[in-house]
């Protein structure tokens, strides 16, 4: 089963609008990280935002928010005010407890597309 | 900043080849990945390292190998390239962990774009 899923393949967002893109997670285990890494054309991932599993707050970094849902086991990544330069792929990730130690597990990924 | 440097960005190999991935990075971090990422699938973990000559298989280590000699470069061998092996690869690398739930940021190379024919 899969760990780490992200149901949009693709996003459209016009240029200043919001967008949410969509992280639904799996674990058995009480403390885990989540995490977005943005991936522009040129191959580097960059880390985007972090939410460990016992924060009560939503995390935020600058235009980048994270909508945790615990319950839901849902982590929605929402971008504000869209810039061209956003378009890119995105991955939602989480980190958990591993035979050795832990280990990052990445979902398929998400291509955001904003259009001027 | 953080860099982690692959060798090569495009790399074309033969079928039955051995090929050689390097990753470098410059932050004296102790924790070293490699990943491969392909259409729909994300990224898959190959293999990864906690220290010098330690390693620990990932989710898809057959056919890959790897050797960490030095704290600051990790290196992924594939011994006997085959066609299915091509793939985009990626490196990473972390400070220690302290804990499953902490912000334990990886830092990614540019990626290796590797062709087997």
């Known amino acids: 089963a899969q760990k780490i899923t992200q149901t949009q393949p693709g996003m459209f967002v016009q240029e200043k609008e919001a967008v949410t893109l969509d992280c639904t997670y799996d674990?058995?285990?009480?403390?885990?990280?989540l995490f977005w890494y943005k991936q522009p054309s040129s191959g580097e991932m960059i880390f985007l935002i972090y939410?460990?599993?016992?924060?009560?707050q939503n995390a935020t970094e600058g235009r980048y928010s994270l909508n945790f849902q615990k319950a839901r086991k849902s982590a929605n990544l929402v971008i504000s005010a869209s810039q061209l330069g956003d378009s890119a792929m995105y991955f939602c990730?989480?980190?958990?407890?591993?035979?050795?130690?832990?280990?990052?597990?990445f979902g398929a990924g998400t291509r955001l597309f904003v259009k001027a | 900043d953080v860099k982690v440097t692959q060798s090569s960005r495009y790399l074309v190999k033969r079928t039955g080849e051995k090929v050689f991935l390097e990753c470098v990075q410059d932050?004296?971090?102790?924790?070293m990945f490699w990943y491969r990422q392909d259409p729909g699938l994300g990224l898959r973990l190959i293999y990864f390292?906690?220290?010098?000559?330690?390693?620990e298989k990932g989710d898809i280590p057959e056919g890959y190998s790897v050797s960490r000699e030095k704290k600051e470069r990790f290196s992924l061998i594939l011994e006997s390239a085959s066609t299915n092996q091509t793939s985009m690869y990626l490196c990473?690398?972390?400070?220690?962990?302290?804990?499953?739930?902490?912000?334990?940021?990886?830092?990614f190379g540019a990626g290796t774009r590797l062709s087997v024919l």
């Open positions: 990473a690398s972390s400070p220690p962990s302290q804990g499953v739930g902490a912000k334990n940021i990886q830092y």
């Open positions: 674990t058995s285990d009480q403390s885990y990280g």
């Open positions: 990730a989480m980190r958990e407890g591993h035979t050795g130690g832990f280990k990052t597990i």
């Open positions: 932050m004296d971090h102790e924790n």
């Open positions: 939410q460990g599993s016992y924060d009560e």
């Open positions: 390292s906690y220290d010098v000559k330690m390693k």
